[in-house]
């Protein structure tokens, strides 16, 4: 029996190294033959790549006329890249998002903020078609009274919505009010429904980033909009 036993584990142990040695020479196979690349992360911002929390849009002043906002889409250089606007539709509020460049001096819109070192104000300048006009919006986007039936079908998806993860098995569309549908309008440029990197940098001699600047319009029609005015949600997102 003390033979047994020792013939046993003597053939365990031996099975162990077989297996371990197994395994890292698949590692180190795998090593040698894999490349593994990090995810690249894209991040929205407000400004010149500042947090997101200065771009309050909860202060519009409907006596006051349209609100003018900048954002930046800011990551490592991609080839293509898509920006989507979605929001609900309480407030008859037009959605304009513009392409824009950080201005050296004043410039056609003022962003500020105040942080831990003070106020502070950036300036950004529309970016000019060849002509020298404001080049079209990259989004265009519109009340739901402004919309055909069929563009609102184009731009709501109740399933996508109130679906699950998968945009299965949606709730019921007469348990969710008509204007929480929110609206979903993708950016379009040069007949693509995706976008260029435009600013491109280095941070030092080798590696790249970008950050791309967009000055957001929220406009109404005269007579459509008061301060005692509903709450809405609107999103920002960037994909690549």
């Known amino acids: 029996m003390l033979t047994a036993s020792v013939v046993s584990c003597i053939v365990a142990v031996l099975a162990l190294i077989i297996v371990t040695f197994s395994w890292l020479s698949y590692r180190r196979a795998l090593e040698s033959l894999t490349w593994i690349k990090i995810p690249i992360t894209l991040d929205i911002q407000s400004g010149d790549n500042h947090n997101i929390a200065y771009m309050d849009m909860g202060n519009i002043d409907a006596d006051q006329g349209e609100k003018t906002y900048v954002f930046c889409v800011y990551g490592e250089p991609v080839d293509i890249y898509s920006l989507q606007l979605a929001y609900t539709t309480n407030i008859a509020f037009y959605y304009d998002v513009y392409r824009a460049d950080l201005a050296s001096g004043s410039g056609d819109v ?13 300036w950004f300048n529309y970016v000019k078609d060849g002509s020298g006009n404001i080049a079209a919006p990259v989004i265009s986007a519109k009340p739901v009274h402004a919309l055909t039936s069929a563009q609102v079908a184009e731009h709501q998806s109740h399933r996508l919505s109130y679906g699950d993860e998968k945009g ?13 549908q929110p609206l979903y309008w993708l ?54």
């Open 168 to 180: 299965l098995n949606p709730i019921s569309t007469d348990k969710v009010q008509s204007n929480a």
């Open 110 to 122: 003022a962003f500020s903020f105040t942080d831990a070192g003070g106020d502070h104000t950036e």
């Open 187 to 240: 950016a379009n440029e040069n007949g693509m429904s995706v976008l260029n990197p435009r600013n491109i940098q280095f941070r030092d001699a080798m590696n790249q980033y970008f950050c791309d600047y967009y000055i957001i319009k929220v406009r109404w029609d005269p007579g459509t909009v008061e301060n005692d005015k509903e709450t809405d949600m609107v999103y920002l997102t960037a994909s690549r």
